[in-house]
């Protein structure tokens, strides 16, 4: 009853469909009990002539044949009860589900990133495709059985009780002795469902990581620990397997012996009764037809226990993504009146170690800013919460002088473009890849962001230019061309602010050239903040902001921030004693974005 009430609760607007699948179930399962109540008509003159009280249309001659036109609409009926609501359970399970998997798309969507980044990828997929699927076969499949094992037993004991108390009395024993194995099967398994999902989601995520990195795990053969994991996981979908399977095993045979037990001290009971004579041969008869065939659905009902506490588990699973917060923003804002970004004593740290500590820093409009600093400093956190990724767990971030908690999750996306390594194509046609930066754009507006990214190359090459789809997300495309066609996204885009993260450092020197060439295109006028993991390629930008630790050191022009001799003239120094610093010094562009610095 749990399950059907949690369903119900899930089911939203198939509510009222679940609802009416449940009665044509039972509607069903009365047309069902209709032959078994004709046979025993049929069979009642012969076996009790003296007592019979049948009336005459079921007595008289004509009898067979109204017994039969009953027996037709019976089967009839039993078909169309059954059609009906399958129709409606099957096709409320599909809509609802789809229905389930909009909404955590939707929810997921609108979550702080953080969030989706301290979670496994493939714990999350799980949610969306294996526990909705769970959910899924419920009104349609599990439901039918769940109405008969819920009604044909009661229907058999208000008959038994009406025929002898005694043996309603011995088939409610046996059906609360199954009953209670059944509730005890539950408890032993909520344990085994819940490891066996994770155990899943687990899998999940390792099969994943193994179908993206899979040219990685060829290049170092077997002896990666990536494989090593994937055993893991296998091993432990394996075992939570087995481990249901064997917590199912006892009660599965229990609840039969149980329901055999009843029906065996029913037959002593019917058999003491008959000779006493105390019982007639019809009602005998009704009383084994009840036993035999009423309560057989109950038999059945332990096999599909495991899967209702399944989707128990899958609803409590999509409940907990659904419970998370999203964060506070208003609805409507007006856009900040200029693009300024400015860090005020912000602290922020993943967990309890703070990873910034009270970062204060302007980045002017329309100029180029950098962020410098050693590994872990920090650096990728500021982007990430200009994003609005997390919020500061003290302190604030402003565009415009307008606190980004302020903006609604639409706004800072509209301000903020992003040009990082990780980059995301759809495979769609190159149109509407184009148009995620902005969907009504023009034919003409995105020949013209191509030609700016660079791509004009690229676009001639495809079969079907603009209509060529991606295959496998762009999967075929180069670093470099993949790069370019992000780019073109942001020309469409065109954000008053641009966040470059490590966008250039693994491409060819081709590549690189011509994303520069773009990069320098796109960030001409805009604010930029650049996240510079390479220290040669922000000499030029109109301030440079050095962390150390999370803590800001010093921030100015390079040839300030090198005569200071502080920190940077430090960071530099290191460089230039390290290998190769002169070819990288003279040759790597002077400046990153020429066009863009204030
Ligand atoms: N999602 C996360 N969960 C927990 N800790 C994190 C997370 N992301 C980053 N960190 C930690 O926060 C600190 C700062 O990381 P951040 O990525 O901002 O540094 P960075 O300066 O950009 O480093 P790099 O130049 O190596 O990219 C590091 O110690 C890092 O391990």
């Known amino acids: 009853m749990k399950a059907i009430r949690q369903l119900l609760r899930v089911a939203g607007e198939e509510g009222p469909a679940i609802r009416r699948a449940i009665l044509w179930r039972l509607a069903e399962n009365l047309c069902l009990v209709l032959p078994m109540a004709m046979i025993f ?71 702080p990133v953080g969030y989706l980044r301290g979670r496994d990828t493939g714990d999350v997929t799980a949610v969306l495709m294996q526990d909705v699927t769970a959910i899924e076969i419920m009104p349609g499949l599990l439901l039918p059985r769940f109405v008969a094992a819920a009604t044909l037993p009661l229907l058999g004991i208000a008959a038994a009780f009406a025929v002898e108390p005694m043996a309603g009395l011995v088939l409610s024993g046996a059906l609360a002795l199954a009953l209670l194995i059944l509730a005890a099967c539950q408890r032993m398994l909520r344990g085994a469902s819940e490891r066996r999902s994770a155990a899943m989601a687990k899998l999940n995520g390792r099969l994943l990581e193994f179908v993206r990195g899979i040219q990685v795990v060829r290049a170092f053969n077997l002896a990666t620990g990536r494989l090593r994991e994937m055993d893991a996981a296998l091993a432990a979908a394996r075992d939570s397997g087995r ?90 804002a007006s856009l900040p009146p200029d693009a300024t970004i400015r860090f005020e004593d912000v602290v922020f740290g993943y967990g309890a170690t703070p990873v910034l500590r009270g970062v204060s820093f302007t980045a002017e409009a329309g100029a180029v800013t950098a962020i410098v600093g050693a590994t872990g400093a920090g650096k990728t956190t500021i982007a990430r919460l200009l994003a609005r990724e997390w919020d500061p767990e003290a302190g604030r971030i402003t565009i415009g002088g307008v606190d980004l908690r302020d903006l609604p999750a639409a706004r800072i996306a509209e301000l903020i473009g992003v040009v990082s390594q990780s980059i995301v194509h759809f495979s769609l046609s190159l149109r509407d890849n184009l148009r ?56 469409l885009k065109d954000s008053p602010i641009v966040v470059l993260d490590e966008a250039t450092s693994s491409l060819d020197v081709e590549n690189e050239r ?36 999370g803590t800001l050191r010093e921030q100015g022009s390079h040839e300030a921030l090198r005569a200071g001799g502080g920190a940077y003239a430090q960071l530099w120094a290191a460089l230039r004693q390290a290998p190769g610093w002169r070819r990288i010094d003279s040759d790597a562009p002077p400046l990153l974005l020429p066009g863009a610095a204030g």
């Not at 039969?256 to 006493?276: D, I, K």
């Not at 903040?529 to 902001?545: E, F, N, P, S």
């Open 41 to 111: 008509a049929a069979l009642l003159p012969v076996l009790d002539p003296a007592r019979q009280r049948l009336p005459e249309w079921l007595s008289g001659p004509l009898a067979p044949l109204w017994i039969g036109l009953l027996l037709l609409v019976a089967y009839l009926g039993q078909g169309f009860c059954a059609n009906r609501a399958a129709d409606l359970g099957y096709g409320a399970g599909y809509r609802l589900t789809a229905r389930l998997r909009a909404r955590l798309v939707d929810h997921l969507a609108r979550l």
């Open 514 to 549: 011509l994303v520069q060439e773009a990069l320098a295109e796109l960030t001409r006028g805009r604010t930029v903040l650049v996240i510079a993991h390479r220290l040669w390629t922000v000499r030029g930008a109109a301030k440079i902001v050095v962390l150390e630790h």
């Open 243 to 332: 481990d249901i399977t064997m917590r199912f095993v006892v009660p599965a045979s229990a609840a039969p012996v149980a329901l055999a037990l009843g029906t065996g001290l029913l037959l002593a009971l019917v058999s003491e009764r008959l000779v006493a004579g105390s019982l007639s041969a019809a009602g005998a008869l009704l009383l084994l037809l009840v036993a035999v065939r009423l309560f057989a659905p109950l038999a059945e009902a332990v096999d599909f226990s495991a899967m209702v506490r399944q989707m128990e588990v899958a609803i409590d699973r999509v409940d907990a993504i659904l419970a998370v917060p999203l964060m506070a923003a208003p609805n409507d």
């Open 436 to 491: 995620i930066g902005r969907p009504d754009a023009t034919e003409a507006e995105m020949r013209d962001a191509l030609r700016a990214a660079r791509c004009e190359d690229l676009l001639a090459r495809l079969p079907e230019g603009l209509d060529t789809v991606l295959q496998n997300a762009g999967a075929a495309l180069s670093g470099g061309e993949r790069q370019r066609l992000a780019l073109a996204r942001l020309f």
